[in-house]
């Protein structure tokens, strides 16, 4: 209708915005990832100190918010330097996280290749390993664009 009425349509989310990825083993800890494009690597990894069945918890309770800290006060360092990081789920300390501990492995390329063409949504995908190999589980996976 837009279209025939000669209204030109202005794209919901401009091209320049950035995904971020929540996913993790149902048993396992959860990892972000963010990036450019859903199509590229991700810039930035980090395993998150919770686990997934902790954070389907707090997402059913209504709002999940995440927040990182960094400990520098000075604004010379820029945010990719960063090393540490404190993580906040819903206004409480969950713990700290060291990024130079943070590597993409083989789980890490596997959602990551699994996703390529998910520029948004949730789900659960098969594991890497089989069921009988990883006691973990499926890999449950949320991402979106901001």
């Not at 000669?6 to 794209?11: A, M, N, S, Y």
């Not at 604004?75 to 943070?102: D, R």
């Not at 699994?114 to 594991?127: D, E, K, Q, T």
Request: net charge neutral; hydrophobic share 40%.
């Amino acid at each position: 209708m837009v279209a025939l009425l000669g209204i030109p349509r202005k794209p919901m989310i401009k091209d320049n915005a950035t995904s971020g990825t929540i996913f993790g083993h149902r048993k396992g800890r959860v990892s972000l990832t963010i990036q450019e494009d859903p199509h590229c690597m991700p810039f930035f990894l980090i395993e998150l100190p919770m686990y997934t069945s902790a954070q389907n918890k707090e997402m059913a309770s209504d709002i999940w918010r995440i927040a990182l800290e960094s400990e520098t006060k000075t604004q010379k360092k820029k945010l990719m330097e960063e090393f540490v990081w404190a993580v906040y789920c819903n206004g409480k300390k969950s713990g700290l996280f060291n990024k130079e501990e943070a590597v993409m492995g083989e789980d890490e390329m596997y959602v990551m290749q699994h996703l390529r063409g998910a520029s948004m949504g949730a789900g659960v995908i098969p594991s890497l390993l089989s069921e009988k190999e990883s006691p973990d589980g499926e890999l449950m996976y949320m991402r979106a664009r901001f």
